[in-house]
């Protein structure tokens, strides 16, 4: 294999696994009953005029399955931590104790869990799409290296190579899936 299709089989590599990275993480934020700090991932908060993640300007932990706990750096921004948690619509109400935030993590009924389902669905779908596009745009540079002057067989063979790789990770995206869904729905 010539070096331009070996970097492009390494491209496309890299790139799906991204797209199962970030499906991991958007996993995260879907809540499957236990409390996490992961909860709180991607709430932005106004610290000092700039947009901040939580998890920067706030220690975030949990002391048992059902409550997080807010404890931010700087006791003034209970107040902004507070409205920012609420307006991510994440389902919490957080309780202001004066030096922390209390969020008790409700307990999910059968139709809200099947909700979370579709929505991890939806999720893994999106990652499947974007794992095709990377097969797609790595199958272009394939054919122009095929243009460039690369061995026909070359490239056939990497196509195959590319083929494979596509349908390993949807495979993975199938079972990071699986697995969310075992989570969600166990009580």
């Not at 991204?18 to 236990?34: C, P, Y």
């Not at 596509?166 to 989570?183: G, M, P, R, S």
Request: proline share 5%; aromatic share 4%; hydrophobic share 35%.
């Amino acid at each position: 294999m010539t070096e331009d299709a070996q970097f492009c089989l390494d491209e496309a590599d890299e790139s799906m696994q991204n797209a199962i990275s970030h499906l991991e993480r958007e996993f995260h934020k879907i809540r499957a009953g236990k409390a996490s700090p992961q909860m709180l991932e991607g709430v932005l908060i106004d610290y000092y005029g700039s947009m901040t993640p939580i998890e920067q300007a706030a220690n975030i932990n949990t002391p048992d399955p059902r409550q997080i706990i807010v404890q931010p750096w700087d006791k003034s921004l209970l107040p902004i931590i507070d409205k920012a948690i609420i307006a991510a619509n994440l389902g919490f109400n957080p309780q202001n104790e004066g030096e922390i935030l209390r969020i008790k993590v409700p307990i999910i009924t059968e139709e809200r869990r099947k909700e979370m389902v579709k929505k991890a669905k939806v999720e893994t779908e999106n990652s499947k799409i974007s794992i095709r596009n990377i097969r797609r745009t790595a199958n272009e540079m394939a054919k122009q290296l095929e243009k460039d002057g690369t061995p026909e067989d070359d490239v056939k063979k990497l196509l195959e190579k590319i083929q494979n790789l596509t349908n390993e990770y949807i495979i993975k995206a199938d079972k990071v899936f699986e697995a969310k869904e075992k989570d969600i729905m166990t009580v």
